[in-house]
């Protein structure tokens, strides 16, 4: 790929011109480029965006022509595509193709493991699985807190008793762990108090502990089937990220602001073009969503985007640009709008921040490989050791795959 087709598509991506930038970076540019996992992130997004013109059927006829069997990226790359069109049988089919011809591989393992659980997002039989699950979980008494959710796996198990600990130092709320291999699963049913929903059947991790990034795509879609499942019975949802903790008194933050059906994080990032059109996006590393029928109308529309786009982020920010934004109210405490039939409000990062150096109340910041010790240092915590609380370890169930 040219070097004049690479700097012209970060042009056109920033320009948001979709169908151009997918056109230089997937057909003109001659090959996906490999060394550069940045455009092949440039052009998914960019096809996912221009997905229902036109061309972008002509443009994908293109790319699969020119690309099918180039590569293990180059596949995985095409069946996402086909899936963005909603071409679900070509995807899978592509999910299935590179699975075969790589067998034996930590390649075929990973293709194998997308494609059964997009069949299993199909034929909601993943989300039925999470709601017989998420059935077994205690209720707490009339009153009682919300549940809170994290995912975890076996790298992050020292930050997930540090992560605990701070979100149970205020408040007895139940936790829910997403546990993403069968370690974590176990570590956390023994001794941690907290359901734990084992989804390890759908992963795969290289020898460093760390998730495929196409194998990444089905950890924010079953977060959302797990939230949904959650709020359809009647809990109100804390989803918080391993590396979003809370430092201060949440429960007592949440008590303070008015009433709304979600609060989550403001944060400037990903999808930028929703963050330079409204100042913000909204974050899921950290979200309160109270149940109700609108949050539960919401939530079905939001995992049918989320499963379609892969992306929980994604979805969630283009619903809000679809809708567009009303009401919207700034104050130095939070921002608040309406959108989706629903009341939104973020706090101000002065409470909850992107960053590990302030926010009062929750701080969610890149983890990148900072050790517990680490972490605990430079948020301020006593050096102590983050044990975990020993409830009784009830509800506990897993979900496993075929
Ligand atoms: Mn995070």
Redo the contacts with the bound molecule.
């Keep these: 790929m040219s070097k004049a087709c690479l700097v012209l598509a970060r042009i056109t991506g920033r320009l948001h011109l979709w169908l151009l930038t997918t056109f230089i970076l997937g057909v003109a540019a001659g090959s996906f480029s490999e060394e550069h996992k940045e455009n092949q992130l440039r052009l998914s997004y960019a096809f996912l965006m221009c997905r229902n013109h036109s061309l972008a059927r002509w443009m994908f006829a293109k790319m699969l022509r020119r690309e099918l069997d180039r590569s293990f990226d180059s596949n995985m790359v095409l069946a996402q595509l086909a899936w963005f069109l909603r071409r679900t049988r070509l995807s899978l089919l592509l999910y299935g193709r590179t699975e075969r011809d790589l067998s034996e591989t930590s390649h075929a393992a990973i293709a194998a493991s997308v494609r059964k659980f997009l069949e299993g997002v199909l034929s909601d039989r993943i989300y039925d699985e999470i709601s017989a699950a998420a059935a077994q979980i205690p209720r707490p008494g009339k009153g009682g807190g919300p549940i809170v959710v994290t995912v975890v796996s076996t790298r992050f198990l020292d930050v997930f008793r540090i992560w605990l600990r701070q979100v149970q130092r205020n408040t007895p709320w139940h936790g829910l762990v997403i546990a993403l291999d069968a370690e974590t699963a176990a570590a956390v049913r023994a001794s941690s108090g907290c359901s734990v929903l084992d989804v390890s059947a759908w992963f795969r991790f290289d020898e460093h502990g760390r998730l495929d990034r196409f194998n990444g795509n089905t950890l924010w879609i079953l977060r959302v089937l797990t939230l949904r499942a959650l709020v359809n019975q009647g809990w109100d949802v804390i989803s918080l ?4 903790i809370v430092v201060g008194d949440l429960e007592a933050m949440l008590k303070s602001l008015p009433g709304s059906d979600v609060v989550a994080q403001m944060d400037y990032s990903i999808p930028m073009d929703v963050a330079r059109r409204f100042g913000f996006i909204l ?1 899921c ?1 950290f979200m309160v969503i109270r149940s109700n029928e609108r949050t539960i109308r919401f939530l079905d529309q939001y995992c049918a985007r989320t499963a379609l786009e892969m992306d929980d982020q994604l979805a969630l920010n283009h619903l809000l640009a679809d809708a567009g934004l009303s009401n919207r109210v700034q104050t130095e405490a939070l921002l608040s709008f309406q959108s989706s039939g629903l009341s939104w409000l973020c706090p101000a990062a002065s409470l909850v921040s992107r960053d590990i150096g302030y926010g009062s109340v929750v701080r ?4 990148m490989d900072r050790s517990a010790s680490v972490v605990m240092q430079s948020l301020g915590l006593p050096e102590q050791s983050a044990e975990y609380t020993q409830e009784a370890a009830a509800g506990s169930d897993s979900l496993r795959g075929s």
């Design positions: 990220d391993i590396d979003a974050c590393g969610h910041f890149p983890l």
